[in-house]
């Protein structure tokens, strides 16, 4: 059973870079067969994609956000990784981190993990 | 960039009723269509994939329709812990996009 567990600081100043990991179980990060997604949601809205890496570490990411943001593969911890610098207030958000089949549907999801950007 | 609609966005329903949630492509996704289910303070779960195919482990009181720009999940038979926000989302094209989400209240 995959399972992804998200870890990181809950509060971050603003103008700082966020820093998250996401540690899978299960599965290799470097199978061929999954990409690796990070999807935030603000207090009481939707969701919003952020980026995602390939097994081989290459990235796509919402055109929104990609001048901030880095998603990256560590295949010896079996981890990936999210920063997104500059961060203001408008990116405080539970941040989740998924599996998602080669550009297909996202499953399974982390539990999420709160991040407050405040002084 | 493509838009997807959700409606209505409360939907209030008594047990046993049938619920039906649409997701509205302002463009053709084909069939690469999921539905997701939040309760509060939980992750998205998968609930159907590919427009119509249900996820593993998903009762069967779910289901999937539609294709191009107009998709239904219906929930024939509601029960009290059917009470969540349920999402649609475009995949297969980078950016992924998500609606903005359906509340059903039972």
């Known amino acids: 059973q995959v399972q992804l567990q998200e870890s990181g600081p809950g509060l971050v100043k603003p103008s700082q870079t966020l820093s998250l990991t996401c540690t899978v179980s299960g599965a290799s990060i470097n199978s061929g067969s999954y990409y690796w997604s990070w999807i935030r949601q603000p207090a009481g809205k939707g969701l919003e994609w952020i980026g995602r890496?390939?097994?081989?570490?290459?990235?796509n990411y919402n055109p929104s956000l990609k001048s901030r943001v880095t998603i990256s593969l560590d295949t010896s911890k079996n981890q990936f990784s999210l920063k997104l610098s500059s961060v203001t207030a408008a990116d405080t958000a539970v941040y989740f981190c998924?599996?998602?089949?080669?550009?297909?549907?996202?499953?399974?999801w982390g539990q999420g993990t709160l991040v407050t950007v405040s002084s | 960039e493509i838009v997807l609609t959700q409606s209505p966005g409360t939907l209030s329903l008594s047990p046993g009723e049938r619920a039906t949630l649409s997701c509205r492509a302002s463009q053709s996704v084909s069939s690469y269509l999921a539905w997701y289910q939040q309760k509060p303070g939980q992750a998205p779960r998968l609930l159907i994939y590919g427009a119509s195919s249900r996820a593993t482990g998903i009762p069967d009181r779910f289901s999937g329709s539609g294709s191009a720009t107009d998709f239904t999940l219906t929930i024939s038979r509601l029960e009290p812990e059917d009470s969540a926000v349920y999402y649609c989302h475009r995949y297969n094209t980078s950016p992924d996009i998500f609606g903005g989400g359906t509340k059903v209240e039972i």
């Open positions: 890496v390939t097994s081989s570490g290459s990235n």
């Open positions: 998924s599996r998602d089949g080669t550009l297909k549907w996202f499953d399974p």
